[in-house]
């Protein structure tokens, strides 16, 4: 079912699923649901996970296929992170969770390797290269681990992360809620200590050493005090925490339910939606977005639950509302709303209902989304631009792009930096390392970009060594003497052929026990400057290696490389060095041989 986000009326818009998902998540034009279902869409067959367009309401193509029962799912870039379910066979069962990861587009899978023991995992959140894991657990891959983990993208091995929530597998330390926002990480859950640290259901942890940050704010009153499962929401927008769940104070303030943080001085906020008039203190849901907060209450008398939307700046209600009836089902006596999802043309949830603003959802589950109506929010970093790959000369660098708040989603562009300054041309997010570099510190800057404005934010730099990267070693002589080669290199013309190649000839005399064997290196022979804005220095033109066995001649070449061969042709000619080194097994110390000439363009 839709319902338009300004007035709360229904729209043309509905799922079938005949189970209800466990877990929804955004990417770019569909809802990825995750759950116990075998169809949606409707009748269409899925299996626990399944694409839903957010146009039509219908299933897309995109069938991974997943065994068990997903659990959680979260979205990064072009890849979906899924958390599924299986249980053993042996007595008692024992419930093991894996990782699979899912190409957005292609639906292609493939299994990061973590095997997850415990009964859960209820969250699932991407951030530096790595997925950090929350539930109810008690080891990764064999590795003991209480509720929290994380583990890396590129192997899925478990980092030494371990914060832990008090007894592993209990109930009494579930993890609901897992949230990154740059260096540290925010839980959520039933848990009463983090990382031996006494915490009433709600901690900062710092994300690379897994200690808990001092921030320990305190929620009681309707259940948060004697029982923090009460707590059930987390979400983390720009520099602001929300809290949502059952409680009546937070850090000695009355707040209904749902309180804010500041993450920069820790400290809550004065932001406290007006609800005294709703029957209940519990939200149950809680999505923050473009400026609104959506927090749903549960009627404790007639079992349904009320979804209202409140301004994030005054706390005032918007007028946008939405009643949803419960099921009747003695098990589930009450409307709930389990998993929900907000995107910039709406809200999508699903849980256990029948009607909802007298409408009839016949199914067991529904998804529901609102109009098309949103207040655009700029974009802002929330976990800075990263570059990976060895900062070495040749190699390519990438930068991703950090993740960022902002609606409608942002578009980003890139532009490298040498020293701060921008390098010319360079705008792609990959970048190859050059001579240019050496010496220099390169970072990457984001530039994030929608209809309510634009923003940029840069990596962290990297330095780029002086030294070029060496060649590979040449190939070891046969066992014996391996004569000096002085006199017996001989440089054919001193002109680059058509190919850039200096040409030369090496004579291996007859009376060598093995095979010359050796490297050329060419190089300018004074310091100069390869561009403008260079420093002067040497520059290595190019290298080559001989193996001429004894008795022969054997010609070769020195091929320069395209920005050499480039400062040449500019130069026209230039003094250079061509250095011979001959080195084997039958000798102690290596031979070297310098010629100085001049090195002309190819005419």
């Known amino acids: 079912m839709a ?3 300004a007035t709360g009326a229904t ?5 079938d699923v005949n189970a209800v998902p466990y877990a929804l998540a ?14 949606a869409g409707p009748w269409t067959p899925r299996n626990t996970l399944a694409a839903i367009d957010t146009t039509t309401g219908a299933a897309t193509a995109w069938n991974p296929s997943l065994p068990g029962t997903t659990s959680a799912v979260t979205v990064s870039g072009s890849k979906v992170y899924v958390a ?3 249980k053993t066979v042996n007595f008692p069962p024992q419930t093991h969770t894996s990782i699979a990861v899912v190409d957005a587009t292609s639906g292609s899978v493939s299994d990061l390797g973590p095997d997850v023991l415990g009964p859960t995992v209820d969250s699932l959140a991407v951030a530096g290269g790595v997925i950090y894991l929350g539930g109810l657990f008690t080891s990764v891959s064999g590795q003991p681990r209480a509720n929290l983990a994380s583990v890396t993208i590129a192997t899925g091995a478990v980092t030494s992360w371990t914060p832990g929530t008090g007894a592993a597998g209990s109930q009494n330390g579930r993890v609901v809620n897992v949230a990154p926002a740059g260096s540290t990480v925010y839980v959520e859950g039933s848990f009463v200590s983090v990382g031996g640290m006494a915490r009433n259901g709600l901690a900062a942890i710092d994300g690379t050493s897994g200690i808990p940050t001092s921030w320990n704010p305190h929620l009681t009153g309707g259940g948060g005090a004697s029982n923090p499962s009460y707590l059930t929401n987390l979400v983390v927008s720009g520099t602001t925490v929300y809290v949502g769940g059952a409680f009546d104070t937070a850090d000695g303030q009355p ?3 749902v309180a804010s943080f500041d993450t920069q001085t820790n400290q809550i906020t004065p932001w406290n939606p007006q609800r005294q008039l709703e029957p209940s203190l519990f939200s149950e849901a809680l999505l923050v977005g473009s400026g609104v907060a959506y927090l749903s209450s549960r009627n404790s008398v007639d079992q349904t639950t009320t979804l209202t939307a409140y301004d994030t700046a005054t706390g005032q209600p918007t007028g946008w509302q939405i009643q949803v009836n419960p099921t009747g089902n003695i098990a589930e006596p009450f409307a709930s709303l389990w998993t929900y999802a907000l995107t910039s043309d709406g809200i999508y949830v699903a849980g256990s209902f029948t009607h909802m603003n007298g ?3 016949s199914n067991y589950a529904r998804f529901a989304v609102s109009g098309t109506t949103v207040r655009a929010t700029a974009p802002a970093s929330t976990i800075a631009p990263e570059i990976t790959g060895s900062p070495t000369i040749g190699a390519s660098l990438s930068c991703s792009t950090g993740t960022w708040s902002g609606v409608p989603p942002p578009t980003f562009g890139f532009q490298w930096m040498r020293d701060g300054s921008p390098i010319a041309g360079e705008v792609a997010s990959s970048h190859v390392v050059t001579g240019d570099d050496a010496g220099h510190t390169l970072a990457c800057r984001v530039s994030a970009s929608n209809s309510a404005g634009s923003a940029s934010a840069s990596s962290p730099a990297v330095a780029v060594s002086q030294t070029p990267t060496p060649p590979p070693p040449p190939p070891k002589p046969p066992i014996g003497n391996v004569p000096p080669v002085k006199g017996a290199v001989t440089i054919i013309a001193k002109t680059l052929t058509a190919s850039g190649a200096l040409q030369l000839k090496v004579t291996c005399p007859a009376t060598a026990k093995s095979a010359c064997s050796g490297t050329f290196s060419l190089a300018t022979a004074k310091k100069i400057k390869a561009t403008k804005r260079a420093k002067a220095k040497v520059v290595v033109l190019g290298r080559a290696t001989f193996h001429v066995a004894p008795g022969k001649t054997g010609k070769t070449h020195v091929k320069l490389s395209k920005s050499a061969r480039q400062l040449l042709a500019r130069l026209g000619s230039m003094p250079v060095h061509l250095t ?12 070297v041989v310098t010629t100085t000439f001049t090195l002309h363009a190819h005419r």
């Open 3 to 5: 319902f338009d986000r």
């Open 11 to 15: 729209t043309a818009f509905s799922v």
């Open 26 to 39: 955004v990417s770019g034009a569909q809802i990825i649901a995750g759950g116990d279902f075998t169809s």
């Open 84 to 86: 599924h379910q299986s």
């Open 255 to 257: 707040r209904v339910g």
């Open 359 to 361: 409408q009839n959802v």
């Open 580 to 591: 011979t080194t001959t080195s084997g097994a039958g000798i102690t110390t290596a031979s």
